[in-house]
Structure formats: structure tokens, C-alpha cells
């Protein structure tokens, strides 16, 4: 465990036990919800490489236009 890390535990072992609570609650769904990031993103690799081709394709035909940013 870092030394921030441990800081920050000691630290929020000084608040109430219903805060405490709120804080593990908190991290424990913060590390779950990257967790299942991390998963979507490695199962569409695939997706997203064979997106990329396609976008480079359009390009390369002359089939896409510069974002005019003042249109939108």
C-alpha cells in the first residue's frame, strides 16, 4: 500500500462509522465500475480496430469533411 494511500485510510478512520461507510461503499463501486471499463474496452478491440479502418477508408475516398466546430 502507498503512503498516500495509507494517509487517506488513516485519515478516514477518524470520521464516523456511517461516513466510513459512505467512503468503502464509495471506493468498493469505484473500483468495480473500472474494472468493468477495463473489460468492455478489451472485448471491443476488435470493434473499434475494424471502426478505425473503416474511418480511414472513408478518408483516404475522399468521403469525409473537415468538423467545422461553428456549425454545431
Do not use: C, H, R, V
Not at 461516513?19 to 468503502?24: E, F, G, T, Y
Not at 469505484?30 to 471491443?44: G, I, Q, R, V, Y
Amino acid at each position: 500500500m502507498t503512503q498516500l494511500l495509507e494517509k487517506a485510510f488513516s485519515q478516514a478512520s477518524q470520521l464516523p462509522e456511517l461516513q466510513q461507510n459512505i467512503l468503502a461503499k464509495w471506493i468498493i463501486e469505484e473500483l468495480l465500475a473500472e474494472k468493468k471499463w477495463d473489460t468492455l474496452f478489451a472485448e471491443s478491440e476488435d470493434l473499434l480496430a475494424e471502426l478505425a479502418d473503416e474511418a480511414l477508408n472513408e478518408y483516404q475516398q475522399g468521403k469525409t469533411q473537415i468538423l467545422n466546430l461553428d456549425a454545431l
